[in-house]
């Protein structure tokens, strides 16, 4: 079983910069796609960025509309961590950061994903 843990949030003005990642505490990411999603109170969990694991070839990135752009998504295999570069942040991407494994389904939606960490809170001040 995969343990996902995330890291790297904080309190940011719009238009800055943070980097999130994810390590596995337990198990690994190898074979596996991973996500990030966001959840703000009150609200269902939603998708922002996924990408595929690929023992051959690179990797695919998967994006939610609006951080096209702004927000990269990529992974470290030999460090079994999974990383969320987010640039130009807007205060609408304030919210608690999820990664997971993926379990099926399509990569662009949260409930397509499990095993999911804590959470790291962003938030983006105006």
């Known amino acids: 079983q995969v343990q996902p843990v995330e890291s790297g949030g904080g309190l940011v003005q719009a238009g800055g910069s943070l980097n999130l990642s994810c390590a596995a505490s337990?198990?690994?990411?190898?074979?596996?796609?991973v996500g990030w999603s966001r959840q703000t109170p009150g609200k269902e969990r939603e998708f922002v960025a996924a990408i595929t694991w690929s023992r051959w070839s690179r990797s695919t990135p998967y994006y939610t509309e609006s951080v096209k752009g702004r927000f990269t998504i990529s992974r470290d295999n030999a460090k079994n961590t999974v990383y969320l570069q987010m640039n130009n942040l807007k205060p609408e991407d304030t919210a608690v950061y999820y990664c997971?494994?993926?379990?099926?389904?399509?990569?662009?939606?949260?409930?397509?994903?499990?095993?999911w960490g804590q959470g790291t809170q962003v938030t983006v001040s105006s």
């Open positions: 337990k198990g690994t990411f190898s074979t596996y796609a």
């Open positions: 997971a494994v993926h379990n099926g389904g399509p990569y662009t939606v949260a409930r397509s994903y499990g095993y």
